[in-house]
């Protein structure tokens, strides 16, 4: 008889409960898309993608599904999102046949100078506590969307949240994980215990969860509407308790506070329109690596391959360090977007790819003037929504205002300190911003809305989904299930540098002899856990007329529709 060792099945135990990695015999393993013809919704937790197709059976549209799906998770996900971080939407109309893009992101306090950081020794702002906190943009977000493009009134969009908020919900695998890791250092800051560890302990996968606090405050933005929370009880609630913590976010950086409807810019790749929003996100990184990637036969290479992601890894440092440099907020900086994202910079930046090493570092271009969550929606009208919303850090600052059932984001952890940097810290400045919504439109028509949680593997990963399909054949579901690349340490919008060539993270699924061949070229390819995202996409085939809907296995989510 063949004898087996255990120790394969206790590895496989251990990253099945982190619901990240793979471990396996195949390359990789994948599912089919899920196909509907009326309507898709998308999450990465499943009872938020029912009720987003639940509000789409009810005579919702797109919007309407992805703002009730998204207070849903700010519930049932507060590892990655909620109404104390911000939000960004990619929309297309099908009235309009155009695409609408949001910058639902806050500013920093207007009474917190750059000079304060400076007199307490700092050089660089704290990740956790109430320096950190930027005024949250969600609602005000939803009620923009709702009010341009909804078809709902927004307490009917709230009640599936406050139901479950008061009725309760099993923890799913994924979350049970990051509350019970989270809890461990957020468990010392003031109401953190009261809010997410309600019987002593952080909830666990399969328990029921409940949030009466995040319930009522739900409840009060269905009655009184937006400005409950920007200028009402909910607001002076936040600035008491900001200021009790040390922190400077005010009662008037609340009501100042506005949403910012704007352009999506945009490349075309291989005849696909791929558009991002402009900074102070890094949505633009991705153009970037495209455009660069466009001057290769990627597909020549092979999916896998040492040459492809050797060319890959080189053209995300290329970008990056125009992301170091530029991306911040552009009501304080003449930033070079046009440029940066035109096929001649990218010819240009391309050129400098060694075939055959890897680059310790890169200089910017020299270019003149002149946890996370991410969902999508479609309906049967042909309106597609991309929406992406986050806290940063998983579930934020840890600063919890008492009875609101919600923590405050930690954004502005992002702003460098050197004055002489586009993204220093300024009052009443939004920070650079890593979550970004994707869209993709063919022949100027609606093609998929896409997106992948994770910090700075964003971009790297909305461009891996388009050169998976794009380049190598893939459909929808694979695309997001295929063993990623992950490269890290590039140099960051905080100030630092990437002097030592960063390091190469590769998901399990990568030939040894592949990571030798990497290598051999001087890449420095490690081991580690990554966060290699959690892709949500909707893709709309017009010559069937219905859309296809995918929902990676690193999450707990869900593709539905009817």
């Not at 090493?357 to 049967?380: F, K, M, Q, V, W």
């Not at 022949?443 to 971009?459: F, L, N, S």
């Not at 051999?520 to 959690?534: A, E, F, Q």
Request: some cysteine.
């Amino acid at each position: 008889m063949r004898k087996y060792s255990l120790l394969p099945f206790l590895i496989l135990c251990c990253f099945s409960l982190l619901a990240q990695d793979r471990i396996s015999g195949a390359t990789h393993a994948t599912r089919s898309a899920v196909i509907a013809k009326n309507g898709m919704v998308a999450t990465s937790h499943p009872l938020a993608s029912q009720i987003g197709l639940d509000i789409l059976k009810s005579g919702g549209n797109a919007i309407d599904a992805a703002i009730a799906a998204n207070a849903a998770l700010g519930l049932m996900e507060p590892t990655g999102s909620g109404i104390g971080g911000d939000i960004f939407a990619i929309v297309w109309d099908a009235k309009t046949q155009k695409l609408y893009g949001l910058n639902g992101s806050g500013r920093s306090p207007m009474s917190l100078k750059l000079s304060y950081f400076k007199e307490q020794g700092m050089d660089k702002v704290p990740s956790h506590g109430p320096l950190p906190v930027s005024v949250p943009g969600a609602v005000d977000g939803w009620f923009e969307l709702n009010k341009k493009f909804g078809s709902k009134p927004m307490a009917e969009l709230l009640q599936p949240a406050i139901d479950y908020a008061e009725d309760g919900f099993p923890v799913t695998q994924l979350i049970g994980y990051y509350l019970g890791r989270s809890a461990r250092f957020l468990n010392k800051y003031p109401n953190f215990e009261a809010t997410y560890m309600p019987n002593g302990a952080a909830p666990k996968e399969g328990e029921i969860f409940k949030n009466k606090f995040l319930a009522s405050t739900y409840r009060k933005l269905a009655e009184d509407g937006r400005d409950a929370f920007y200028k009402g009880k909910i607001a002076k609630t936040i600035a008491a308790f900001m200021k009790s913590q040390g922190g400077f976010l005010s009662e008037e950086d609340l009501a100042n506070h506005k949403s910012e409807w704007v352009e999506p810019v945009g490349t075309n790749y291989r005849g696909y329109d791929l558009w991002e929003l402009p900074p102070n996100g890094q949505g633009i990184a991705a153009l970037q690596m495209l455009n660069i990637l466009e001057n290769h036969d990627l597909k020549s290479m092979g999916f896998g391959s040492a040459e492809y992601i050797h060319y890959f890894t080189e053209a995300k440092k290329l970008a990056y360090e125009d992301r170091a440099k530029f991306y911040s907020d552009m009501d304080f900086n003449d930033i070079p977007v046009e440029k940066l994202i035109s096929k001649a910079y990218g010819k240009e930046r391309s050129a400098l790819i060694n075939p055959n090493r890897a680059s310790r570092n890169y200089p910017a271009g020299e270019i003149e003037h002149g946890n996370t969550i991410y969902l999508c929606t479609a309906d049967a009208e042909g309106n597609m929504v991309s929406l992406i919303q986050s806290n940063f850090r998983g579930m934020g600052s840890g600063m919890v205002p008492p009875g609101l059932g919600f923590m405050l984001q930690d954004r502005g952890e992002l702003f460098s300190l050197d004055e002489n940097h586009m993204n220093v810290y300024e009052p009443g400045k939004r920070p650079f911003h890593t979550i970004i919504p994707a869209f993709v439109t063919k022949d100027g028509k609606p093609y998929m809305a896409y997106g992948v949680m994770g910090g700075a593997m964003q971009p790297q990963g909305h461009a891996q989904i388009l050169t998976n399909m794009i380049d190598f054949g893939m459909g929808l579901q694979e695309a997001g299930d295929a063993p990623r690349i992950q490269h890290k340490g590039s140099s960051q919008p905080t100030g630092e540098k990437m002097t030592d060539g960063g390091k190469l993270v590769l998901e399990s699924g990568i030939d040894y002899e592949v990571i030798r061949a990497l290598m051999r070229k001087g890449h420095n390819v490690g081991y580690d856990l990554g966060s290699y995202g959690g892709y949500q996409a909707i893709l709309f085939d017009a010559k069937n007329g219905v859309y296809y809907g995918a929902s990676e296995s690193r999450k707990d989510g869900q593709a539905v529709g009817y």
